[in-house]
């Protein structure tokens, strides 16, 4: 049983590009969360998706920052227009119910440059 | 506003002995607390949970104490071996609304095994 997958796990961008992060949950997994740690910090919560919904996106900045989790593929986080204080790391997590364990990716590295 | 506190940054302990990780929360509607493992350049990766019904979970090396009067978790590895150097998160999950499902996470504690 395949973990959580993200891709890519390195992404390099010059300010004022998109960034496109994937991925795709664990098998049997319908609730995809995501989150950023900056330098130094733990993680911070994003957002929480199920299929085709987005449960809650408080914790994404208002501006810039969209996820989706299509009926088909991979649940996408997208940043346009980025800036350098973007440059982090991305993780997603899944897990099978809410209020249970939730299990992360490896990860997607963004620098912005 | 840290919820979660993890207020040793490091620790260092021989190989074989106990290593002994603490974490302390803020939030009463706190009811379920999980521990994980991070390399560098890799994600989390889940060791062991506590709801917050028990004191005291095991699993193999691993046991999570929780003294919910005093609003402190612990995790006790025990014997340490160096593969276990990483950096240990402590992360906990509310009872209701959002709280429910966003993982709150302490900012890390990196642990050193000594062979």
């Known amino acids: 049983n395949a973990g959580v997958m993200q891709n890519p796990r390195h992404l390099v961008r010059r300010r004022g590009q998109e960034a496109r992060l994937r991925c795709s949950p664990m098998k049997g997994h319908s609730h995809v969360y995501w989150y950023r740690q900056l330098p130094e910090e733990g993680l911070k919560f994003m957002v929480y998706?199920?299929?085709?919904?987005?449960?809650?996106e408080s914790g994404m900045p208002k501006e810039r920052f969209s996820a989706e989790f299509p009926k088909e593929g991979p649940s996408i986080l997208r940043i346009q227009q980025v800036v350098r204080g973007d440059s982090a790391a991305y993780f997603c997590?899944?897990?099978?119910?809410?209020?249970?364990?939730?299990?992360f990716g490896p990860g997607t590295r963004l620098t912005v440059l | 506003d840290q919820q979660v506190k993890q207020n040793s940054p490091s620790l260092s302990v021989q190989e074989g002995r106990i290593s002994i990780l603490n974490c302390d929360y803020t939030n009463s509607m706190f009811d379920y607390f999980l521990w994980y493992k991070k390399y560098p350049a890799e994600g989390p990766t889940f060791l062991i949970s506590i709801s917050s019904i028990k004191d005291k979970n095991e699993d193999g090396r691993f046991t999570v104490f929780l003294n919910k009067s005093a609003k402190h978790l612990s995790l006790h590895i025990v014997p340490s071996q160096p593969g276990d150097s990483a950096v240990y998160f402590c992360a906990a999950i509310g009872s209701s609304g959002a709280g429910s499902y966003q993982l709150t996470f302490g900012k890390g504690t990196k642990l050193s095994v000594i062979p």
């Open positions: 998706l199920q299929k085709e919904n987005i449960i809650d």
């Open positions: 997590a899944s897990s099978p119910a809410v209020h249970n364990e939730q299990f």
